[in-house]
């Protein structure tokens, strides 16, 4: 039985990702900054480290087959403050940095490492964009996530030195009923009112949770993916589309839309706002060529299964 291990095993995508790799017969290590006592018998068992000191079990790297890296402080939920940045930042060049003195000191069988990274790499769409899609080779922008990004990925590629397949996956907005964008969506939605932030035209880049899940394992178990790819559904939607769309499986026509003007997202997120309006239409002929295949890939098909009307 082969051994996965995860950082960020608590967040939204590691939780789901942990049930669906131990329902496929892998034994599953979370990495926890809790001290705990580990139970290795277990599934998942946890296996403590700390990025801020430097401590890992290196036993886990040891019993290891392969690494899924999905740890990082959250991005939505608080206000860009100097010290929230920071924080941004360097849980995610810290923890890869730690993650790859461990494997160059360690006797180890790791195979595979499958990075978590963001389509915030891409700045907003151009002509070009908008037309086609923002692909891989595309390099990072100038402003806070796009910099935060590359970091991100920089920071994880020695590993690649060391002999390790390197997959990085560049995440779309993920829609889970278990939290993120889709929870903030569905908050005013409660009122009857759907909330289209902006003019509502910019592009959406969304995926659904059980397919980001079902890359990660792709990633892992299909040798041939390599590189760079980005996470995102096939058919990307405007903010008013989803929005609408999302209003119309919860509550039929008893809702009324409403444009949230850009002043008042930038008065309440600040500097955070920028990434709400921002249109960001991204590619996903890449990991279609690779062979994955989406459950979801409309929104349409999302939204059937992630909303039940009662």
């Not at 995508?13 to 018998?41: C, E, P, W």
């Not at 920071?86 to 160059?104: D, G, M, P, W």
């Not at 990434?275 to 990991?287: F, Q, R, W, Y």
């Amino acid at each position: 039985m082969k051994t996965v291990i995860i950082t960020g095993g608590t967040g939204l995508i590691g939780k789901q990702l942990t049930a669906l790799l131990i329902k496929k017969g892998y034994n599953v290590i979370i990495f926890s900054h809790s001290r705990q006592d580990s139970n290795m018998q277990s599934n998942p068992s946890i296996a403590h480290w700390n990025i801020h000191t430097g401590e890992i079990d290196t036993t886990a790297i040891a019993k290891a087959d392969y690494i899924i890296h999905l740890t990082g402080a959250g991005v939505a939920d608080r206000r860009w403050t100097k010290a929230r940045k920071k924080e941004i930042v360097e849980s995610r060049t810290k923890s890869s940095a730690l993650l790859v003195k461990a494997l160059s000191e360690t006797d180890n069988h790791i195979t595979a490492v499958v990075a978590s990274s963001a389509i915030g790499c891409y700045g907003p769409d151009s002509y070009t964009s908008r037309k086609n899609g923002f692909t891989e080779d595309e390099l990072s922008s100038n402003d806070f996530l796009g910099e935060t990004c590359r970091l991100w990925e920089e920071s994880i590629e020695p590993v690649r030195m060391l002999g390790k397949r390197l997959i990085k996956l560049r995440t779309g907005i993920v829609l889970s009923n278990e939290g993120g964008a889709l929870a903030e969506f569905k908050k005013p939605l409660k009122a009857g009112i759907a909330a289209i932030l902006g003019s509502g035209s910019q592009v959406v880049s969304w995926i659904h949770i059980e397919d980001i899940c079902r890359m990660y394992l792709a990633a892992i178990q299909n040798e041939k993916m390599n590189g760079v790819y980005n996470a995102v559904a096939p058919a990307p939607v405007t903010n008013k589309e989803l929005t609408l769309a999302l209003a119309k499986k919860m509550r039929g026509n008893a809702y009324l839309p409403i444009h949230i003007p850009a002043f008042a997202l930038q008065l309440t997120l600040g500097e955070m706002s920028v990434e709400v309006l921002k249109s960001t239409t991204v590619n996903a002929d890449k990991i279609l060529q690779s062979g994955f295949s989406f459950s979801y890939s409309t929104i349409e098909a999302a939204l059937v299964q992630l909303i039940q009307r009662k």
